[in-house]
């Protein structure tokens, strides 16, 4: 059955609505092929450089799409505010898709998120609330906030709304290149690669898309093999702090029935990656972004059944470049 005509909280015909709605404010991030990580995998790699999207990632596209079609809906009554948690990119989407749309937004970030993504939702004028570093402090806190304040709860991940606009990624890729015969992304709660995979199957059937995961947090991983979701056992310890949390219950369907396969890959292979990427395609990116790098460059991937000769041209997405600096040079 075509990607299109399955029944899931979104279809094709979202996302390319989406897209229509996004595309003034966003950024078309370039494809950028890098030589070196080609050589080094035997493929040739495309980077979609979401790290260069505005506030550094690509959540822009789900948060700008989920607050411009609420205004939609509320248009007769008053949104005083918009509320989420995040690790913090999505909360600095959220940030400056509220302020673009002149509501308040409250974003619950844990603690231990890094200090340059809360200071940027500050700066996008956003309201920072703190919680423990675990899914249930998450959501607890935020349940308080919209007690406290009112206003609409935009999940990072889960929302269709939101799902639909990180879909447009996929519009932007094979329009920019359409021969790519695989895309690489990783996977928190699903939103970007529910969306991508959605959108990419719809446009090019035959394409390849795979999901990247830390074997510390690999929720998904777990799911595809076990046939059903699977949250991860505590919380993860990773420094891809933007995909400790697990899937959810929206993006699942497409995961499982759309998505080829995923990769899992350790800290140090993060790391690593991250650092490739600095010094061969002198881009900056977050430890998240590298977690795809990673996956391509694994033995792991070329073996996996389908990917052989056929799939040459594979673009792996940067989701975003909202790094700690300071915490990154400890590393090396």
């Known amino acids: 059955m075509a990607a299109s005509s399955r029944a899931y909280c979104i279809s094709y015909a979202d996302i390319k609505a989406a897209y229509e709605v996004v595309r003034p404010h966003v950024h078309m991030t370039p494809l950028m092929q890098c030589s070196s990580i080609s050589k080094l995998t035997g493929k040739n790699i495309f980077l979609k450089t979401e790290n260069l999207q505005r506030t550094g990632s690509f959540k822009i596209r789900g948060a700008l799409n989920a607050v411009e079609r609420l205004k939609e809906d509320h248009s007769n009554s008053n949104t005083s505010c918009v509320i989420t948690h995040s690790s913090g990119n999505h909360g600095q989407a959220l940030a400056l898709a509220a302020n673009l749309c002149g509501v308040d937004s409250y974003i619950v970030m844990p603690e231990t998120a890094p200090l340059c993504k809360k200071e940027a939702v500050k700066g996008y004028g956003g309201n920072v609330v703190e919680c423990l570093n675990s899914e249930k402090s998450r959501e607890e806190v935020a349940n308080q906030v919209m007690k406290d304040k009112g206003g609409v709860f935009i999940h990072a ?5 939101v799902i639909a606009g990180q879909g447009t990624i996929a519009i932007e890729i094979l329009a920019a290149n359409p021969d790519i015969d695989a895309i690489i992304a990783p996977v928190g709660g699903g939103g970007m690669i529910s969306g991508i995979v959605l959108a990419a199957k719809s446009i090019k059937p035959s394409i390849k898309v795979y ?4 074997e510390e947090a690999k929720s998904c991983y777990t799911s595809k093999k076990l046939g059903k979701r699977t949250g991860n056992p505590q919380t993860p310890v990773t ?4 995909v400790k949390v697990s899937i959810g219950e929206n993006t699942w369907p497409i995961i499982r029935d ?3 396969d ?3 890959v ?31 460059m694994k033995k792991s991937f070329m073996d996996l059944h389908g990917n052989g000769e056929e799939v040459k041209n594979v673009a792996v997405v940067l989701c975003g470049g909202n790094c700690d600096l300071k915490n990154m040079l400890e590393w090396y």
């Open 157 to 161: 991940s889960q929302n269709p709304r």
């Open 211 to 214: 999901g990247a995961e830390p």
């Open 239 to 242: 420094v891809a702090d933007g």
């Open 258 to 260: 759309l998505l080829d």
């Open 262 to 264: 995923v990769i899992t």
């Open 266 to 296: 350790s800290e140090d292979e993060i790391k690593a990656a991250t650092k490739l990427v600095y010094e061969r395609a002198k881009l900056v990116i977050e430890p998240t972004s590298g977690v795809g790098i990673a996956a391509v």
